[in-house]
Structure formats: C-alpha cells, structure tokens
C-alpha cells in the first residue's frame, strides 16, 4: 500500500488482494489458466485496485463477475465498466476480462449466449468474490425476485432476473456455479451490513436473505466499518 495511513477499509481490500493473488497462485501452479468471479456495486473498488498491483501471470487469468445488470457496458452502473475501470488495470490488463451482457435487449434473449461465452472458461472458479446488500441479496440472488427460486436450483450457469426493487433486469450466475468455485469469500463493509450478516447467520431462511445459501461454503468474511 502506498498510503502511509491507510484506512480501515483499505486495509481490508489489500489484505483481500493478496489472499485471492495467493489462491490464484497456487491454482496455477497446477492448472494453465485460473478464473476469478468478482461482484460490482460500490464495495470492491479498493479491493479491485488492490489486486490490479499485485504480480501476477495475468495473461493466464480470467476474469468474470457474480451478476450484472443489463445496461450498456458503458453505462454508470454497468459491473463490467467497474471492472474495466479498476481491476483490469496496469499488471491486470494483461487478464481476460468476460462480460455477462450482450447486444440483446433482454437478459432472457441474451442469457444463452452468455452461457456458452462463459463454458470455455477455467471453471471451477479459483475464487467467487461476493457483495451483499441490505436486503441480504448477494449476486443478483435478491429476497424479492421472481427467479429466486431457479436460480438457487438450477443447474444452468447463468439466470435472466426480474426484480421488483431494482430498477434493471440482470442476469447473475445460478447458485449451483458459484457454489462450484474453490473458495468462497464475502466483502461487506459498514455497521448495517455487520447487522445483516448477524442476521443471517442466526437463521436458515435462503429466500429471505439469500446470502445464506453461501455461508456454508465455507465463507470467508471480509468485515471492516
Ligand atoms: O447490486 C449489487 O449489489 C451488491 C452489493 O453492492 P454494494 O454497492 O453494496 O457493494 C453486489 O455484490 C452485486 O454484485 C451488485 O450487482
């Protein structure tokens, strides 16, 4: 880190960098191309920033994210422009980065195409990153969509999600492929998110905060206020 007094949340995204950089490491070590699934919204920018640093053999990973929401890659709250912005950056840009939309104006019209973009890469993941909201939603597995239930059940790698509380359609990775992933870790920062992971891990209802169907992964937790 090159600031001399960091702060608590960018200690925790450096410390996150070097562990998922050492377990890419040592995937590679064995295998010629490693993936790591990574989420967007606001939390991972210092952890994206972290890792892009860190001396990697990027040619020989790929990058691809948890959900996205279907907007234009350009768009403000597009994952894949905050992963272009911060992550696949300096040594990292020499990584393969692998979007989740496409041209189509739907997630559902596009979502086989996503599939079969994603079959070809080095699953299983390394390692899945994941968010998680206030509403205990975590990829786009949120309490009150309508696919909640396929995409915790499904065998296909990717779901097209319609939810009432966010204003886009998405599309996320089913709980059956991140599940799949070597090692499963959780960036959450700030006292209300705590509260929610609290509440969590006291009970087993997946619909109503959804982050539970991970918590038994095991799931590694990256707190920090
Ligand atoms: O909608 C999303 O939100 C969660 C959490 O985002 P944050 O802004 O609270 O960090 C994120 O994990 C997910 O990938 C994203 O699409």
Sequence with gaps: MSDANPTPRECLAHQLAEAVAEALRTDLAERERALLVVSGGSTPVPFFTALAAMELPWPRIDVTLADERWVAEDADDSNARLVREHLMQGPAAAA???????EDATPEQGAEAVAERIAGLA??????????????????????SRELELALSTAEPVVAVRTPSQPQPRITLSADRLHQARRHILHITGGDKRSVLARALAGDDVRELPIRAFLACPLATYWAP
């Design 96 to 102: 393969t980065f692998v979007p989740l939309t496409t």
């Design 123 to 144: 699953w299983p993941a390394s390692a899945v990153i994941l968010g998680m909201g206030g509403d205990g939603h975590t990829a786009s597995l949120f309490p009150d």
